[in-house]
């Protein structure tokens, strides 16, 4: 007995030993990196900064060439307020990098908010040199020249800014704040009657400044190994509730053969009252004679409230111009 | 508060859908066509001081301990404890309350008063006595003399404010509450009159935050009133039933979000124990509704006279600049004090004025709701006001917490104003929400820098030590009479906190006590300014941080400087009166016209401090 006890030790000690072995020895594994990386992801989105921040390490350890968490663990850092070690590893990824935005970003946004506007100026350029069309990017270059008291240039970034988002909350103020505090008055004005349109009548949102909501590249990247590999399998079903939720009365012309009504050139989606759930519009496709107004119940249920409403090609359903 | 970017998805398919695009777009001609063309012919830029960048240097090297704080308020017998329904299911229940320093029987020693708060239940069954008032005996002991004092009257006690409306000599206490406000006349040793009805002030509504300050300089001080919601308490909105009473996926209590404003109420002192409301002719009522919660005056453009900040909850603030013919301008947007930044209506809920920089004009530091920094906007004079939350390096420490009760001052007599903010949420839900700072929060120190920056220095303090709370109120002042400013806290349904400043740095300091002859007898809105090396000024003030009072008299650290080349006082009537070579380490009270009119020193720390 105790022979075969020493054996069987002896056998699992051995096996232990190899498989540490191998572990330590283990190639990188980038899937297993990568699903790492996308529950860090997942965890700051819940503002779970220190777990986002673990679990972007033990994805770096599973796979140091991941260059995308050495990129999340300097945003993770920077959310903590661990801000030297969150500026070492963002410095590193821009220039490990010098195309990917998200970095340079970062580093924008941290010294914008510290000492440096000069060197965050420099940052929110080298982002719009990678992507000229994001106008967050030009906001907060334009807030960070206000910033500067550089005004032109600021008046000229928020001005991008609202040439690629004419909706832009956040531009919009921050023109109106440049011209106020360049001395010009009226065009401040203006610039802010459009803001109070564009915020009363719920167009657009200022920018938040918590995490992942001042702007895309200010957020933790998920890695771009393919997602189906590394997700873990949810069962996802898609259920077909035209009829239920009462999309049924615009008359189907090429009903489909599970039954849904509906094959127009496109519909969009708009919260057209604001009462916070979002309507249906379809266009007419050139054989309904009309378009149609879905008004969303928000029980699931919609009302076709294409007869109640002016819904017809006219120029009389603006709303009201700025006053 | 939650920022909902609305994002219009239009699936284009085919032209027809282009149709819609157009729709929308014609539908914002004027906004897109004004947006891409030149904006019009640029006057001549207004006469500004040229622009000048200071270049921030390498923070100094600060030589003092930051001080430590001890919560004493047990063993000083502070017990009664603030009343509060454990779930709040509705946002009447989440917003009180205020907490004051004042000496209300002139034997110079701070007495506290709390607001005590109710419950949706208790209300309906004719609601709590509005307050618990301590006097403070002597050495740090306090004892509760609310019903000795006649502070009997029922309701739902919100906020405090402290002012001499009747320039006896004593100071009254102004209550707001939910179904309307109490005032108090002070006989005098702490005995208080009702005079509510008399006086024409019981207003009404969901009253929170209260200011007296003197808008006309007519010697009677005046009263301004904030108020929040519209709630009926017999139509209550249903815990988690709409949109508007969910916060990040947990059903929780409505409000204030889509729910009906109240306007504001100013009180026009006639000088005869009466007032008049007048919140209409002066231009300050607020017809918009906004949500009203802390208000403070101070005169921010330095023109003499008193000017008015609201702190507004999820809708733009005030900040009515003084016309000086009894009417106000509301500056707050032109200012760039309305919104932060962003352009982004914050939940804004305490207040302080103060010149952090000496600069000369008083900064304003707002608390905001969470996942909202807590804002500092810096007074740039005729460039108005600049949002330096993050440049400041208060707004990152302060972003997932819900801020409250705040106040400038300066806690180790350095001669350099810091700051102290008290959190909590509203949503007892909270707790279970992934992604949301909990119901009970820490509470932050920053340490001023001088270089226009704050270091947060909480863990230093240890306050960072102490038991998380929800807290709403925040007083400031010296209650042990030992040069150090001391801090006392409501705690949401639970007593009080009072943070013992055991500051140990060996600085000068020096403390104001103000009495107006021409001027209300409380001196509220007097301004006094200390040169000694630097120069550093502050206002007397009857209602600020959140819903609470502050010390009236006026303290400020002087660093290494055992005398002040001069001081001045400017009284609100428009008399200035400087004094020069004034010791350092007194206590001064300084009659209108009469100059210095006594001293005393300050204690040692109390030996036998509980």
């Not at chain 1, 821009?94 to 965050?120: I, R, T, V």
């Not at chain 2, 420490?397 to 106040?407: A, F, K, Q, R, V």
């Not at chain 2, 001069?566 to 009659?591: F, M, Q």
């Amino acid at each position: 007995m105790t022979k075969k006890f020493t054996i069987a030790f002896i056998a699992i000690f051995v096996l232990a030993l190899l498989v540490a072995l191998v572990g330590a020895a283990a190639p990188a594994n980038p899937q297993e990196a990568a699903r790492l990386n996308n529950i860090g992801v997942a965890y700051m989105n819940q503002q779970l900064f220190e777990k986002g921040l673990k679990a972007f390490e033990e994805a770096a350890a599973k796979d140091p060439n991941l260059k995308v968490t050495a990129l999340n663990r300097g945003v993770a850092l920077l959310n903590l307020q661990r801000v030297e070690e969150a500026k070492a590893l963002l410095e590193k990824a821009s220039k490990d990098d010098p195309n990917d935005p998200h970095a340079f970003y970062s580093l924008g946004l941290y010294y914008k908010n510290s000492s440096d506007p000069e060197a965050a100026v420099a940052d929110f350029r080298r982002v719009t040199e990678i992507d000229p069309n994001d106008a967050d990017t030009w906001y907060f270059l334009g807030s960070t020249y206000a910033q500067l008291k550089q005004f032109p240039e600021a008046i000229s970034a928020f001005e991008h800014a609202l040439k690629i988002d004419p909706l832009h909350a956040s531009a919009q103020f921050g023109l109106a704040r440049a011209y106020q505090q360049s001395g010009q008055a009226d065009p401040a004005h203006e610039a802010m009657k459009k803001f109070q349109y564009i915020t009363q009548n719920k167009l657009g949102s200022p920018i938040s400044l918590a995490y992942g909501e001042q702007g895309k590249y200010s957020r933790a990247e998920e890695s771009p190994v393919a997602a189906e590999k590394v997700l873990p399998q949810i069962p996802v079903k898609f259920v077909d509730v035209t009829k239920g939720a009462g999309l049924t009365s615009r008359p189907s012309v090429r009903p489909t053969k599970d039954g849904a009504s509906f094959a127009g050139p496109g519909a969009c989606f708009l919260d057209y009252d604001n009462d916070g759930n979002i309507d249906l519009f379809l266009p007419d496709d050139g054989t309904q004679g009309s378009m149609s107004l879905y008004h969303n119940l928000g029980n699931g249920k919609f009302e076709d409230v294409t007869k109640n409403r002016p819904c017809r090609k006219s120029r009389q359903s603006h709303p009201p111009s700025p006053q | 508060m939650t920022n909902v970017r609305v994002t219009i998805t239009l699936h284009a398919g085919r032209p027809d859908c282009h149709f819609v695009i157009a729709i929308l777009l014609i539908a914002f001609t004027g906004l897109l066509s004004a947006q891409t063309e030149p904006q019009g012919p640029i006057g001549p830029p207004a006469k500004l001081a040229p622009v000048r960048i200071e270049k921030k240097s390498s923070p100094p090297k600060l030589t003092d301990p930051v001080p430590t704080f001890r919560d004493i308020a047990a063993q000083a017998g502070l017990t009664a404890s603030h009343i509060s329904s454990a779930e709040k299911h509705y946002v009447v229940e989440s917003m009180s309350g205020g907490i004051g320093l004042f000496d209300c029987d002139n034997d110079g020693k701070l007495d506290i008063v709390m607001v005590n708060g109710s419950s949706v239940d208790r209300y309906k069954q004719g609601g709590d006595p509005l307050v618990t008032l301590w006097h403070h005996d002597a050495d740090l002991k306090f004892t509760d003399i609310t019903q000795k004092a006649g502070l009997m009257r029922k309701g739902w006690g919100m906020g405090v404010a402290v002012a001499d409306f009747d320039n006896d000599g004593n100071l009254d206490l102004f209550v707001t509450g939910y179904g309307g406000n109490a005032l108090y006349r002070n006989k005098g040793n702490c005995v208080f009159e009702d005079v509510t009805e008399k006086a024409g002030v019981r207003g009404g509504g969901f009253s929170t935050g209260a200011a007296w300050g003197d808008y006309d300089r007519d010697g009677n001080v005046d009263l301004f009133v904030s108020r929040y919601v519209h709630v009926d308490i017999n139509h209550l909105p249903e815990f988690g039933s709409t949109k508007f009473c969910h916060f990040k996926g947990a059903p929780v209590q409505c409000g204030p979000w889509g729910m009906e404003g109240e306007t504001d109420l100013l009180y026009h002192n006639r000088g005869d124990g009466t007032f008049e409301e007048v919140s209409k002719k002066a231009g300050v009522d607020d017809p918009d509704q906004y949500y009203g919660l802390g208000v403070t005056w101070g005169d921010y453009d330095n023109d003499g006279w008193p000017d008015l900040f609201v702190a507004d909850d999820a809708t733009p603030n005030h900040l009515y600049r003084n016309n000086r013919n009894g009417t106000f301008t509301d500056e707050a947007m032109v200012a760039g004090i309305a919104m932060n930044s962003e352009g982004q209506a914050l939940g804004s809920m305490g207040v302080t004025w103060g010149d952090y920089d000496h600069s000369g004009r008083l900064s304003m530091f707002v608390t905001e709701f969470a996942d909202q920094p807590n804002t500092l906007y810096r007074n740039q004079g005729a460039r108005g006001f600049e949002d330096v939350a993050m440049q400041s390096h208060l707004g990152q420490p302060s972003l997932p917490y819900l801020g409250w009760g705040t106040t400038f001052f300066d806690m180790e007599n350095d001669g350099w104003l810091d700051l102290f903010v008290c959190g909590g949420h509203v949503y007892p839900q909270m707790d279970t929400v992934k992604g949301s700072a909990a119901y009970a929060q820490p509470m932050l120190l920053h340490r001023n820098l001088r270089n226009g920056t704050f270091e947060e220095v909480s863990k230093a303090s240890e306050i960072a030590d102490m038991p998380l709370k929800s807290r709403r109120g925040a007083a400031f002042g010296d209650i042990a009479n030992n040069g150090n400013v001391d801090i006392v806290l409501l705690n949401v349904g639970e007593p009080p906190s009072l943070l013992f400043n055991t500051n140990s740095a060996k600085n000068h300091r020096v403390l104001f006590h103000l009495i107006g002859t021409k001027s209300n007898r409380a001196a509220i809105g007097a301004r006094v300014t200390v040169h000694a090396g630097v120069t550093q000024f502050d206002e007397v003030r009857g209602g600020a941080s959140y819903l609470s009072q502050n010390d009236l008299r006026l303290h400020f650290g002087l660093g290494s400087a055992s005398k002040m080349e001069s001081v001045e006082v400017r009284w609100p009537s428009g008399r200035t009166e400087a004094l020069k070579d004034v010791a350092a380490d007194k206590i001064y009270t300084i009659v209108e016209g009469q100059g210095i009119q006594d001293s005393a020193p300050f204690n040692d720390l109390p030996a036998h401090l509980p």
